[in-house]
T-cell receptor, first 111, second 114 residues
Framework: QKEVEQDPGPLSVPEGAIVSLNCTYSNSAFQYFMWYRQYSRKGPELLMY????GNKEDGRFTAQVDKSSKYISLFIRDSQPSDSATYLC???????????FGTGTKLQVIP | SAVISQKPSRDICQRGTSLTIQCQVD?????MFWYRQQPGQSLTLIAT?????????ESGFVIDKFPISRPNLTFSTLTVSNMSPEDSSIYLC???????????FGPGTRLTVL
């Protein structure tokens, strides 16, 4: 079983839709949860970074962590064509522990 | 955030040859990381490189196959040795941000081995 699992998609939505991207993880020691966005032929860029359970909002993006169910979500409001990318969730247990990435979900926002 | 460049951006190589990938950062950083990203698979950490010490390799990756140099705080190289088609992948370097969990990635090197 992979430590971080993601549906690879692709996920296609119309412009303006609310997007929900999800991951599950299996390692109970994970405390830090990250979302990266990767445009085609580019390196990943850090989008959101949360610690433990709860929500974190940044503009149109909201990251949500439910440690009881080991579930990580990223919500994108008023999605734009420029949001079309692959979204990677990632996690680690803190300190200098290796960051474990999901396989990524490819999102396409259609104008 | 750090600005990271990688060279080459892409290459096509013959089986049995070696390729050295360069990673340059615009600021001094303690830790640099090398990842492999294969189609349909997650980013996989190859090794962590600290300046002035031997790189630390993850399970499944060995120094003979992926030697790494870290001569200073802004530069690192990864060599993919004795390549086979299974080494075809995107190789990415990253650096630590304000914490270990925040990483900044380079644009990647797309390697195809024939």
């Amino acid at each position: 079983q992979k430590e971080v699992e993601q549906d690879p998609g692709p996920l296609s939505v119309p412009e303006g839709a609310i997007v929900s991207l999800n991951c599950t993880y299996s390692n109970s020691a994970f405390q830090y949860f990250m979302w990266y966005r990767q445009y085609s032929r580019k390196g990943p860029e850090l989008l959101m970074y949360t610690y433990s359970s709860g929500n974190k909002e940044d503009g149109r993006f909201t990251a949500q962590v439910d440690k009881s169910s080991k579930y990580i979500s990223l919500f994108i409001r008023d999605s734009q064509p420029s949001d079309s990318a692959t979204y990677l969730c990632a996690s680690n247990s803190g300190g200098y522990q290796k960051v474990t990435f999901g396989t990524g979900t490819k999102l396409q926002v259609i104008p | 955030s750090a600005v990271i460049s990688q060279k080459p951006s892409r290459d096509i190589c013959q089986r049995g040859t070696s390729l050295t990938i360069q990673c340059q950062v615009d600021s001094q950083v303690t830790m640099m990381f090398w990842y492999r990203q294969q189609p349909g698979q997650s980013l996989t950490l190859i090794a962590t490189a600290n300046q002035g010490s031997e790189a630390t390799y993850e399970s499944g990756f060995v120094i003979d196959k992926f030697p790494i140099s870290r001569p200073n705080l802004t530069f690192s190289t990864l060599t993919v040795s004795n390549m086979s088609p299974e080494d075809s992948s995107i190789y990415l370097c990253s650096v630590e941000g304000t914490s270990y969990n925040e990483q900044f990635f380079g644009p990647g090197t797309r390697l195809t081995v024939l």
